[in-house]
């Protein structure tokens, strides 16, 4: 039971949301989204992004990955049955200046329903974004209890929260490449997940202060 607990506070602490209504502009921002929006190095929102003032886009420095964004909110916004349970988007990693991960991005679309009424316009798509400068770093012990990595896995897995190639990642470690790649892929196994967005936010799940 700690262990869900730790997890739910971890999420709450670094898990931004905004609700996007069928012409992308924000209804909805939870106080981790609004802060992300506030710092604009990343997402952005309001007059930088349109006319009106209502929208979400990414900062200019990002456009390498605006494509996959755009792409990512078209996939959330197409219409959704209330039995279609397929339409789901992949995690996007965004990364700060110096190139290392930033946050990570998923978009998902929602069945109207009044439950998410918001004052204005139905929202039609939910976006997290997790912070990864506000998710505290897990410690190894957890991915040794939690999936039964050996200590060495779980740091090879930690590696991920820094970025990086695999032979940065490696001389992180202090290992080389092989022993790296290796390792990881365990971690990988052990802990259910099969590319690095996975592994990423199961860290920031598992993330406490």
Same mark, same amino acid.
């Given at each position: ?9 971890a ?8 609700l ?16 992300? +929006?506030?710092? &604009?190095?990343?997402? !952005? $929102?309001?007059?930088? %992004?349109?006319?009106?003032? /209502?929208? *979400?886009? =990414?900062?200019?420095r ?6 996959a964004?755009r792409?990512? +909110?078209?996939r &959330?916004?197409?219409? !959704? $049955?209330?039995?279609? %349970?397929?339409?789901f988007? /992949?995690? *996007?990693? =965004? ?21 998410? $009424? ?22 190894p ?12 896995e ?56």
């Open positions: 039971m700690g262990s869900k607990t730790a997890a739910r506070d999420v709450r602490k670094a898990g931004g949301v905004v996007l209504d069928a012409r992308r502009r924000i209804q909805f921002a939870n106080r981790a989204a609004q802060e992300t +929006l506030r710092r &604009a190095d990343t997402l !952005l $929102a309001g007059s930088a %992004v349109s006319a009106d003032g /209502e929208g *979400l886009a =990414l900062h200019p990002l456009k390498a990955h605006d494509r964004f792409d990512a +909110l078209a &959330a916004l197409r219409p !959704l $049955a209330a039995d279609d %349970v397929e339409h988007s /992949e995690a *996007l990693i =965004l990364p700060d200046v110096g190139g290392r991960p930033a946050c990570v991005v998923h978009a998902a679309p929602l069945v109207p329903t009044p439950s998410f $009424a918001t004052g204005g316009a139905p929202a039609a798509a939910v976006v997290f974004v997790y912070d990864l400068a506000r998710a505290a770093a897990v410690a012990q957890t991915l040794v209890d939690l999936f039964g990595m050996t200590p060495a779980a740091r090879a897995a930690l590696q991920i929260l820094q970025g990086g190639g695999v032979a940065e990642m490696a001389a992180r470690a202090g290992i080389s490449e092989n022993t790296f790649k290796s390792q990881l892929k365990e971690a990988y196994l052990k802990s259910h997940t099969h590319r690095q967005a996975d592994l990423l936010k199961l860290l920031l799940a598992l993330a406490s202060r």
